[in-house]
């Protein structure tokens, strides 16, 4: 956390951002949702968010969401669905990073349900995506899942919208040959 940016122009108020920080929202197995384009440190900030919750002695699993959905496909056609579901159980925070990367099928609809269901009692949950909220539904795809997906997320979730310019632009991170 102490290496966050501040001076960049992304939106992030600090006075929430240090709120957040407390990560007592992982304790009452709430929500985070960071929202915002391409590079302006979603991913960065849920990891560190994840290095808070581990100094807390917490567990916490990284997934990149399009593949946790193959995986939670195969499991269905292995038998090891349970299994899968037990261990995705077993963490304290669980991120799903790049939501709404690949489209959704009716299968993928409902183990989404069956997984956000399990967080409310389980854990905490970060989601980072491009997608603003307010295309979720459309995303989502099937309008009662999506409703009852919403619901459950929406309702228990921070949100931090971050704006602004790439950061690997910023920092140089990518080579521009000339």
């Not at 968010?49 to 699993?61: D, G, Q, T, W, Y």
């Not at 195969?74 to 038998?79: E, I, K, P, S, Y």
């Amino acid at each position: 956390m102490e290496n966050i940016d501040h001076l960049a122009k992304r939106g992030i108020d600090k006075g929430y951002f240090a709120s957040l920080t407390t990560c007592e929202w992982v304790t009452r197995n709430q929500f985070l949702i960071i929202t915002g384009p391409t590079g302006v440190g979603k991913s960065w900030i849920a990891c560190a968010f994840a290095n808070e919750v581990i100094k807390r002695s917490e567990s916490v699993l990284y997934k990149r969401f399009a593949l946790l959905m193959e995986e939670l496909d195969m499991a269905h056609r292995d038998g090891s669905l349970p299994k899968l579901r037990n261990q995705l159980a077993k963490f304290k925070l669980l991120i799903l990073d790049d939501w709404a990367m690949a489209p959704l099928n009716a299968r993928n609809r409902q183990d989404l349900l069956e997984l956000i269901e399990e967080r409310i009692e389980s854990g905490a949950l970060i989601i980072t995506t491009q997608l603003p909220v307010s295309e979720w539904h459309s995303y989502i795809g099937e309008p009662t899942v999506a409703d009852a997906i919403m619901d459950r997320i929406i309702h228990r979730a921070h949100k931090l919208e971050l704006h602004g310019e790439s950061m690997r632009k910023a920092y140089g991170i990518y080579r521009e040959d000339k």
